[in-house]
């Protein structure tokens, strides 16, 4: 897998970075979008930063346009939509591709590395199959993205060591128990 942390990327505001300045911390990189069905995770993924990052753990909003048009917005949008409705203090950055043959590099990084997501419902996909299928659309193959809010835990050393599927949800101990186990020592 590419050295995450030297991937190039751009703030919501625009600013060109990578995610070096992230380089030991456990991060927790999401697919977000804010139109859709399960944009009520914001709340979630807001608490988990605001538990965890006196301990090195940070969320890392990524939004992406790639399922059924639910991150239409710029980003300008995005952040104030972020912040009025959940109250998002963890940083988010530009709108990227995350599935298709042009996804970001951050996105072929974390899904070469992690190829298989923690499915917590099986009738999710289905369910979503059933959702598309009346636009005439289905779901990604694996190992590409089911669709927004899918989760990539990062460790302090740079290594994906969990990928959560969109319907587990920022509380589910699962992902709590996870977090905590990439945390110590700081």
């Known amino acids: ?104 590099p951050l996105y072929a990084a974390l899904i070469e590395a992690k190829p298989e997501a923690r499915i917590s419902n099986e009738g999710f996909r289905a369910n979503l199959d059933g959702f598309l299928s009346k636009n005439g659309a289905h779901t990604n193959p694996a190992p590409e993205l089911l669709w927004n809010f899918e989760k990539f835990l990062i460790d302090r050393q740079g290594q994906v060591v969990a990928r959560f599927a969109p319907d587990t949800l920022p509380s589910d101990p699962a992902i709590i128990s996870a977090i905590e186990a990439a945390l110590p020592p700081a």
């Not at 070096?20 to 977000?32: E, Q």
């Not at 995005?78 to 298709?100: L, R, S, Y």
Request: some cysteine; glycine content about 10%; aromatic content about 12%.
């Open 1 to 104: 897998m590419s050295n995450v942390f030297e991937i190039p990327v751009n703030t919501i505001t625009g600013e060109s970075t990578t995610l070096a300045p992230y380089k030991g911390h456990v991060l927790l990189i999401v697919n977000v979008a804010s139109k859709c069905g399960l944009t009520p995770q914001y709340e979630g993924l807001e608490k988990l930063y605001s538990t965890y990052k006196h301990c090195g753990f940070d969320v890392l909003g990524f939004p992406a346009n790639d399922f059924a048009g639910q991150e239409p917005g710029t980003s300008d949008e995005i952040a104030t939509f972020c912040t009025a409705n959940f109250g998002v203090d963890f940083p988010m950055f530009e709108k990227i591709v995350a599935t298709g043959p042009e996804k970001h």
